[in-house]
Structures are given as structure tokens and as C-alpha cells.
């Protein structure tokens, strides 16, 4: 990470943080935000928040996003691997993003700067990554232990970066002026089955959601949607729900906090995803 400057580097930086499927609501909210004119200078994410902010980093509009992912499947993403250390293989889901925001390959390449969280298993800390591949840096950071595999990166295994910290405010906190966090994951009761993949994502859930609050206390703005909390983390059938809901939490948050000035015309949210 860059050292601190005596003054902030950006005036709005956006804070995404993990939470599977429910991270579709991210893009919402940065429709939202698109549409107030608050554009982000700065972008931190940790695993589904990674994905939404390398994809819109490199230029790719919410919408343009959504339409990616409208009729895929969790299988088309992954391979199934049992034997090895994680569950799935995350293999086709490097591929898929590194497609979709190409010609960028690094971090350091992407119009808006922007980090990705990730947890170092090895030595059991936050790291966060403004530099290097992008592929590897972003399946890091989204590789819940037991259902992925720890993604290798110079020496070091890496997992998801929930693990620790769900919510990356502390990563961009010292680089902006105002500071948004969106947090897709509320601590609410969830139901589970009692098979070996739902509970390891349970186990992942609790601690990626116990872990947010000191994270939330840095923001200028948070977003909450409690509304998608029972949202199963790979169910990607509620994509149009799950964006409305971020638009429209984006939209309250921002007229609660009175950031918005006079009447702002926005787009009907009936029609927001081309299905």
C-alpha cells in the first residue's frame, strides 16, 4: 500500500464488500450513484465487491455488468474438485472476468484505482493489492476456504479476504475526502442444511459479518440491505431483485444523509435490466 499523504488523494471513495450473489446489489448502487453524479474516484472490494469494482473500473457500465451474468449458472463459473483443497475449481471464472474487462491484465492498468482484499492464510492477516494480476488478486480474494481452494501468489496462499475483513473501508479510508461503504452482507439469522457446502458457507457468512462494524464506523455513508440477507451466496437466479434493491438503498442512504440537492431524475427501476 501507498503511505498516507497529509491530505486526501480523491474526494469519494467506495468501499464493496463480500457477500456472493447479494454482491449484484453493488452494481445497483453504483447505478445509483452514476445517476447523482457522484462518480467514485477510488474503489476497494473484497470478493463479490471485488468483481463489481474491477468490472466497472475498467469501464464496464452496471448494466453492461448485469448483462454478463443474466443467464449464468454457478456451474458455468466453476469446476468441481473434491480431493484437492477446496471443493470447486475457480479456473473458468478467472477466465470469464479477465475476458470481460479486457485489454486490462493489471491492477495498476485500470482507469479507476482500485483495491482488492484478500486475507493472507498463511501468516492470518488483511492484505489489500493495488498492484499485480488481476486474475489471480480477485479469485484470492473471492476463495472461501474449504468451497475454493487458497489461490498462491508469490510464495504466499491467500483466501478470501471476508475472512477478516468483509468490508475494505480501512484499505481506502486514508486516500478520500468522503468515504461510501456498501455492505451487501447485514448480520441478520440465516437458515442452513446441514451438508458440507452449506455449512462452510454459514461458517464463512458469520464471520464475514461479525467482522464489519469497525469497518462501518469509518465510513462518511453507509448502505445497508437487509432486504437481501436471505439471499443464498450462489443463487444466481435473483439478479434483477438483487440490483433494484442496491439502486434503491443507494438512493435512500443518499437522500437520508442529505447529500442530494434538489430533485434528481432517475432511472424507473422496472426497466433498469434488460432480461
Not at 44 to 68: F, K
Not at 207 to 228: H, S, T
Amino acid at each position: 500500500m501507498q503511505q498516507d499523504n497529509d491530505a486526501p488523494q480523491y474526494s469519494l471513495g467506495v468501499a464493496l464488500s463480500g457477500g456472493g450473489a447479494r454482491g449484484f446489489a453493488h452494481l445497483g448502487a453504483l447505478k445509483a450513484l452514476d445517476e447523482t453524479g457522484f462518480k467514485p474516484d477510488l474503489l476497494a472490494g473484497v470478493s463479490a465487491g471485488s468483481v463489481a469494482a474491477v468490472m466497472y473500473a475498467a469501464g464496464l457500465s452496471p448494466e453492461e455488468i448485469i448483462d454478463r451474468f443474466a443467464s449464468a449458472k454457478f456451474s458455468n463459473f466453476t469446476r468441481f474438485s473434491l480431493g484437492k483443497a477446496g471443493l470447486f475449481d475457480l479456473g473458468r471464472f478467472k477466465k470469464f472476468l479477465l475476458d470481460a474487462i479486457a485489454p486490462y491484465k493489471y491492477l495498476e492498468e485500470l482507469p479507476i484505482p482500485t483495491y482488492v482484499g484478500a486475507t493472507d492464510f498463511d501468516h492470518g492477516r488483511s492484505v489489500a493489492f493495488n498492484t499485480g494480476r488481476i486474475g489471480e488478486r480477485v479469485i484470492a480474494s473471492c476463495s472461501i476456504p474449504i468451497v475454493f481452494p487458497p489461490v498462491r501468489i508469490e510464495g504466499t496462499n491467500y483466501v478470501d479476504g471476508g475472512v477478516l475483513r468483509n468490508l475494505p473501508s480501512w484499505i481506502i479510508r486514508p486516500y478520500c475526502s468522503r468515504l461510501i461503504g456498501i455492505n451487501c452482507s447485514p448480520l441478520v439469522r440465516e437458515r442452513y442444511n446441514k451438508s458440507l457446502l452449506d455449512i462452510a458457507l454459514h461458517t464463512y457468512n458469520l464471520m464475514a459479518k461479525a467482522n464489519q462494524a469497525a469497518d462501518m464506523e469509518m465510513c462518511d455513508l453507509n448502505v445497508i440491505m437487509p432486504d437481501i440477507a436471505h439471499y443464498k451466496v450462489f443463487n444466481l437466479k435473483q439478479v434483477r431483485s438483487v440490483f433494484i434493491s442496491g439502486f434503491g438503498a443507494m438512493r435512500h442512504a443518499l437522500r437520508q444523509a442529505d447529500w442530494l440537492e434538489g430533485d434528481v431524475t432517475t432511472t424507473d427501476t422496472s426497466s433498469i435490466i434488460v432480461q
